[in-house]
């Protein structure tokens, strides 16, 4: 058996056109949808996310709004960014890149955030909503990998799904949509003594650590969907993910490629609750 491959490339140009059509129908209506994007610092990484998150809204019509700001900014000058971003009607969704420098604590910066601008869904009240199964944004990333795994047409009910990692921003929010699905879910970590034996029980496995190989195909079952939403770099400098990708491949029903698999996704997600916020703004 060879996995057929989960094109998130793919995927994520269908949502991104889709987007598009609805963001014109309201900018049309005078509402066009808007995305704050704020920098703090210069780390190379973040400044070349941010920049493709911008590229995406202008391929889709919507506006964006880039502030990049010396790592020297202080914290409570960023909450003010954020508060005046607030109360901007033109902005739907806000977005703080991560990682801010040492000085600036992340929660406070995160629960500044309007709930209702809060497109990232990292705030406690957007994780309490996902939790209580209320409506609220969800976050991008385990967001894309919920669409990825639908795109395979199986159906989550009584399926085992193993999750490898358990950040605020991937993995627990992560298995909780796996869960809302009906899926019966495990969720490992770096404290978990025995990784294979959880997932070689997986029908669907999402990695999501940030290193490399800690999925191999002795590890998974024949047939399971693999979700890879990790990126690193190999020794050639070449972006990886999580999932040794040749080895799991021959042994997997389905796999995600990286790059060209959740990456994209993630951005597309983004779009689509920053469009969500603003119809909903349009609709008061
Ligand atoms: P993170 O906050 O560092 O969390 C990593 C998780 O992996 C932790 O829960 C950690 O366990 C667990 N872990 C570490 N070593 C492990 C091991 N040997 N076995 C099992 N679990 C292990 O990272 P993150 O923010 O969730 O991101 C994870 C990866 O996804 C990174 O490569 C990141 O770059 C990537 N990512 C990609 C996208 C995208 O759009 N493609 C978006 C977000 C993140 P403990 O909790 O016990 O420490």
């Known amino acids: 058996m060879t996995a057929q491959l989960i094109d998130g490339t793919a995927l994520s140009k269908s949502i991104r056109a889709d987007i598009a059509a609805r963001a014109a129908e309201l900018t049309a209506k005078g509402h066009r ?64 890149q991560m990682p801010l420098p040492r000085h600036i604590r992340a929660q406070p910066v995160i629960e500044t955030i309007s709930t209702a601008k809060d497109v990232d869904g990292y705030s406690v009240q957007s994780a309490g909503d996902l939790m209580c199964g209320l409506p609220g944004f969800l976050p991008c990333t385990p967001f894309g990998c919920m669409k990825l795994i639908e795109t395979t047409g199986i159906d989550l009910r009584g399926k085992h799904a193993v999750v490898i990692g358990r950040s605020n921003t991937v993995g627990k929010p992560m298995a909780l949509l796996l869960l809302q699905a009906n899926a019966t879910v495990t ?50 400098g070449k972006l990886c993910g999580d999932v040794d990708f040749d080895g799991v491949k021959p042994v997997a029903g389905w796999i995600t490629p990286v790059p060209g698999g959740v990456g994209p996704m993630t951005i597309a ?9 603003a119809e909903r703004a349009a609709a008061r």
């Open 269 to 277: 997600m983004l779009l689509f609750n920053t469009l969500a916020s």
């Open 33 to 96: 949808p808007g995305l704050a994007v704020i920098l703090v610092g210069d780390d190379p990484a973040s400044a070349v996310y941010v920049k493709n998150k911008v590229k995406a809204c202008a391929e889709a019509g919507l506006h964006s709004v880039l502030e990049k700001y010396d790592a020297s900014l202080s914290e409570a000058d960023l909450i003010s960014r954020i508060e005046a971003l607030n109360a901007d009607a033109s902005i739907h969704g806000i977005l703080v």
């Open 187 to 236: 969720v490992c970590h770096s404290a978990t003594p025995d990784l294979k034996a959880h997932t070689l029980q997986a029908d669907v496995v999402v990695a999501a650590v940030g290193r490399r190989n800690v999925l191999t195909a002795d590890m998974v079952k024949p047939g399971a969907v693999v979700i890879d939403v990790g990126m690193n770099r190999d020794e050639a």
